[in-house]
């Protein structure tokens, strides 16, 4: 029976169906088993957080496929596993409602002030100034997408359904279609500015202070991709301006392996800014999309333990692990 060996805690009912299938280690909860110990027979890893190396791989001779549990594979040695014969997957679109409903949650809850107003209510403060929790709608806003994947896709829907005007700026689209706009003219007309591209160095720090103060006074910034797009320095300072309405932030430029480090108060100092809103990397993480995402990763491993091809490979082993 092959060897499935799960990294981080996954839907309950995707481990039950790996163990109709296949022997199961699991490196979390009671009785955690890390990977060193069975590295020996894992012929499988569904890999939802964490590093897996070249020198990992060396140490799991059966090894024949990597199952992120996700979009991202940065944290994947995936050349190194290509010459070693080892598939790597991933799940793209998995998740994507849930993370597009996730930047609406931003969006409404910093638009309507929601957490200033819960903590003053809360101190028993909530009928003493009612004009400073005013708020916005959305509808005849403009909504602005940096980049346009799945998730973009999405979020676009929803801010349509929601009246608003969409705009994008993303180079992999058709110049010529009339929603589809430079950057600079996206940063200067969106009243809500998403991320929805990858971390490559061409976008690190994207949304930099430059960029910033080309934003539209009062705009909302909502990033729900990688942490790195967002020089949070500038952010902040321009939180503490005033010139941003507010932002959401589901990722870190601290986070390591899709977890948060604790962040030094002169980089984001969180506590000052009321208009910010920081949420530990959760926007994917619903019932419904841990399901979905899970039984596929789990799909790809049966289909390459039973000697076929992965649906969603990442990389292409030029001569796959054969046992």
Same mark, same amino acid.
């Given at each position: 029976?092959?060897?499935?060996?799960?990294?981080?805690? %996954?839907?309950?009912?995707?481990?039950?169906?790996? !163990?109709?299938?296949?022997?199961?280690?699991?490196?979390?909860?009671?009785g955690?088993?890390? &990977?060193?110990a069975?590295?020996? @027979?894992?012929?499988?890893?569904?890999?939802?957080?964490?590093?897996?190396?070249?020198?990992?791989?060396?140490?799991?001779?059966?090894?024949? %496929?990597?199952?992120r549990?996700g979009v991202?594979?940065?944290?994947?040695d995936?050349?190194?596993?290509?010459? @070693?014969?080892?598939?790597?997957?991933?799940?793209?679109g998995?998740?994507?409602?849930?993370?597009?409903?996730?930047?609406?949650a931003?969006? =409404?809850? =910093? *638009? !309507?002030? $929601?957490?200033?107003?819960?903590?003053?209510?809360?101190?028993?403060?909530?009928?003493?100034? @009612?004009?400073? $929790?005013n708020? %916005?709608?959305?509808e005849?806003?403009? &909504?602005?997408? =940096?980049?346009?994947?799945?998730?973009?896709?999405?979020?676009?829907?929803?801010?349509r359904?929601? *009246?608003?005007?969409?705009?994008?700026?993303?180079?992999?689209?058709?110049?010529?279609?009339?929603?589809?706009?430079?950057?600079?003219?996206? $940063?200067?007309?969106?009243?809500?500015?998403?991320?929805?591209v990858?971390?490559?160095?061409?976008?690190?720090?994207?949304?930099?202070?430059?960029? =910033?103060?080309?934003?539209?006074?009062?705009?909302?910034?909502?990033?729900?991709?990688?942490?790195?797009?967002?020089?949070?320095?500038?952010?902040?300072?321009?939180?503490?301006?005033?010139? $941003? *309405?507010?932002?959401?932030?589901?990722?870190?430029?601290?986070?390591?392996?899709?977890?948060?480090?604790?962040?030094?108060?002169n980089?984001?100092?969180?506590?000052e &800014?009321?208009?910010? %809103?920081?949420?530990?990397?959760?926007?994917?993480q619903?019932?419904?999309?841990?399901?979905?995402?899970?039984?596929?990763?789990?799909?790809?491993?049966?289909?390459?333990?039973?000697?076929?091809?992965?649906?969603?490979?990442?990389?292409?082993?030029?001569?796959?692990?054969?046992?």
């Amino acid at each position: 029976m092959p060897h499935i060996h799960i990294s981080s805690p %996954i839907h309950p009912a995707v481990v039950e169906a790996a !163990r109709a299938r296949a022997e199961v280690s699991l490196a979390y909860g009671p009785g955690a088993v890390p &990977l060193d110990a069975v590295a020996g @027979r894992v012929d499988a890893v569904l890999l939802r957080s964490g590093a897996f190396t070249d020198e990992m791989m060396a140490g799991c001779p059966r090894l024949r %496929i990597i199952a992120r549990h996700g979009v991202g594979t940065d944290t994947v040695d995936s050349p190194a596993a290509a010459r @070693r014969g080892i598939w790597v997957t991933n799940t793209p679109g998995g998740n994507s409602r849930a993370v597009a409903e996730h930047v609406f949650a931003l969006t =409404l809850a =910093l *638009g !309507r002030r $929601l957490t200033i107003a819960s903590d003053e209510t809360r101190r028993g403060r909530w009928a003493e100034d @009612r004009a400073a $929790l005013n708020g %916005i709608e959305l509808e005849g806003r403009t &909504l602005g997408l =940096l980049g346009m994947g799945n998730i973009g896709a999405i979020v676009a829907d929803i801010g349509r359904a929601l *009246g608003m005007t969409v705009i994008v700026a993303d180079p992999a689209l058709d110049q010529a279609l009339p929603h589809v706009v430079p950057l600079d003219e996206l $940063l200067a007309r969106a009243d809500v500015l998403s991320l929805h591209v990858p971390l490559l160095p061409a976008t690190h720090h994207i949304i930099d202070a430059a960029a =910033l103060v080309r934003m539209k006074p009062g705009a909302i910034l909502i990033n729900t991709g990688r942490g790195g797009l967002v020089d949070e320095t500038a952010l902040a300072a321009a939180l503490r301006a005033g010139h $941003l *309405g507010g932002a959401g932030l589901d990722v870190l430029e601290a986070e390591i392996a899709d977890m948060v480090a604790p962040m030094p108060h002169n980089r984001l100092p969180i506590a000052e &800014l009321p208009n910010l %809103i920081v949420t530990p990397h959760v926007a994917g993480q619903t019932d419904e999309a841990l399901m979905k995402v899970g039984m596929t990763a789990l799909a790809e491993i049966a289909a390459v333990l039973a000697g076929g091809r992965p649906t969603h490979p990442v990389n292409a082993p030029a001569t796959p692990f054969q046992p």
